[in-house]
């Protein structure tokens, strides 16, 4: 048991440090003057928010959309403390 509560532990701070990474690339996006860093970090931004997107979608197709409701909750709140 105690060792699940390991694993939920690491992905949640693997979760938090992702979107500080995120919210640091569209920051970096809106400030840089390096077109061509601007473009990877917006891409690499996009293949994100995709990714959310998508996870979106699944959750609603398989009428679990709580859990991405959850998700997206716990997000906001960890971007917060960031």
């Known amino acids: 048991m105690g060792n699940n509560k390991e694993i939920q532990r690491q992905q949640y701070n693997r979760t938090v440090t ?39 979608r699944r959750r609603q197709q398989a009428e679990r959309e709580e859990e991405y409701t959850a998700l997206r909750e716990l997000l906001k709140t960890a971007i917060l403390k960031l």
């Open 18 to 56: 992702m979107l500080k990474q995120y919210r640091d690339a569209q920051f970096f996006i809106q400030h840089t003057t390096d077109e061509e860093s601007r473009q990877r970090t917006a891409a690499a931004v996009q293949h994100i928010t995709a990714a959310l997107e998508e996870i979106q």
